[in-house]
Nanobody, 122 residues
Framework: VQLQASGGGLVQAGGSLRLTCAAS??????FGWFRQAPGKEREFVAA????????YYTDSVKGRFTISRDNAKNTLYLEMNSLKPEDTAVYYC??????????????????WGQGTQVTVSS
């Protein structure tokens, strides 16, 4: 199984980026995005679960970020708008089959991408 994340970059505050995560070698009920800023722990950003309610977002990105998946392409997306400097982090995609109560937990995901850097300048 491989997850290949892409789409990160440098953007000014208020700008937009679209992250993509291409999965190969398996199909997954759940996909998630997590991020890790320098000196901080990895945190949940968003998740989408097939055949379930949701999607799920952390409060700080609600209304600005949109997670989506293309099941035919086995690909995950994260549309990020109105970016803020505090969104600066390495963003990781994850895939797995967590129970709903673990959708927001990194422990719920078995497979991880390599990360893509997002830098938002003020």
């Amino acid at each position: 199984v491989q997850l290949q994340a892409s789409g990160g970059g440098l953007v000014q505050a208020g700008g937009s980026l679209r992250l993509t995560c291409a999965a190969s070698g398996g199909t997954f009920r759940s996909f998630g995005w997590f991020r890790q800023a320098p000196g901080k722990e990895r945190e949940f950003v968003a998740a989408v679960v097939r055949y379930s309610s949701g999607p799920y977002y952390t409060d700080s990105v609600k209304g600005r970020f949109t997670i989506s998946r293309d099941n035919a392409k086995n690909t995950l997306y994260l549309e990020m708008n109105s970016l803020k400097p505090e969104d600066t982090a390495v963003y990781y995609c994850a895939a797995g089959d967590p129970i709903i109560s673990y959708v927001r937990a990194s422990e719920g995901y078995k497979y991880w991408g390599q990360g893509t850097q997002v830098t938002v300048s003020s």
